[in-house]
């Protein structure tokens, strides 16, 4: 069974411009969350989704949006890029909204902004 | 705020002996505990995951103790291996898919 892929593995933008992400999830899984890791704040929530809908959503600005399709791939968009957005940014899909799952993380998709 | 604090921030094991990361937490609405691992350039990788409503649980050499009462629970790695060097990090969840991490661990096995 395939697990949560991601693309692209590695990018680098300019500063201003905007960013895509894309994430397939486990076959069957309904629910995929995005998830920001730098070195100085760590890792941290970015939004969820289930079934084509935002569920919840982490303390980042607006310029950090996704969305859902009907086959449950995700997407994530960054606009206007800053320095700081530079990092690793994961994916993670569980089979059910929540209560008794387990969440599975994807390799990342490598942000360099400069 | 750090809804759930790691400690300590690294960590150095002889080959064979038993590794311990600890973690914190206030929110007593987490209800699912999660371990991670991460080598370098990779994606967290779930290693063993506990619930509140038990107190231990172990696969292989991996064992997570978990204290309800003092809102704590650790990770043990029993006869450490250097291929167990890492960055480990707790997690806990509140309801839905949302996690909150600690600030990692990075362990390292010395052969």
């Known amino acids: 069974k395939a697990g949560v892929t991601q693309t692209p593995r590695y990018l680098i933008k300019t500063r201003g411009q905007q960013v895509t992400l894309s994430c397939s999830p486990i076959?069957?899984?309904?629910?995929v969350s995005w998830y920001q890791q730098t070195p100085g704040q760590g890792l941290q929530f970015l939004f969820e989704y289930f079934s084509e809908t935002q569920r919840n959503k982490g303390n980042f600005p607006g310029r950090f949006s996704g969305r859902q399709f009907s086959n449950s791939r995700s997407e994530m968009n960054v606009s206007t890029l800053e320095l700081g957005d530079s990092a690793l940014y994961l994916c993670?899909?569980?089979?059910?909204?929540?209560?008794?799952?387990?969440?599975?993380f994807g390799e990342g998709s490598w942000l360099t902004v400069v | 705020q750090q809804q759930v604090k790691q400690s300590p921030q690294s960590l150095i094991v002889q080959k064979g002996g038993i590794s311990i990361i600890n973690c914190a937490y206030e929110n007593t609405a987490f209800d699912y505990f999660p371990w991670y691992q991460q080598f370098p350039g990779k994606g967290p990788a779930l290693l063993i995951a506990?619930?509140?409503?038990?107190s231990e649980k172990k696969e292989g050499r991996f064992t997570i103790s978990f204290n309800k009462s003092a809102k704590q629970f650790s990770l043990h790695i029993m006869d450490s291996q250097p291929g167990d060097s890492a960055t480990y990090f707790c997690?806990?969840?509140?309801?839905?898919?949302?996690?909150?991490f600690g600030t990692g661990t990075r362990l390292t096995v010395i052969p």
């Open positions: 506990i619930r509140p409503d038990v």
């Open positions: 993670a899909s569980s089979l059910v909204q929540q209560g008794g799952n387990t969440i599975y």
């Open positions: 997690a806990a969840r509140a309801g839905a898919n949302n996690l909150f």
């Open positions: 076959s069957g899984h309904r629910s």
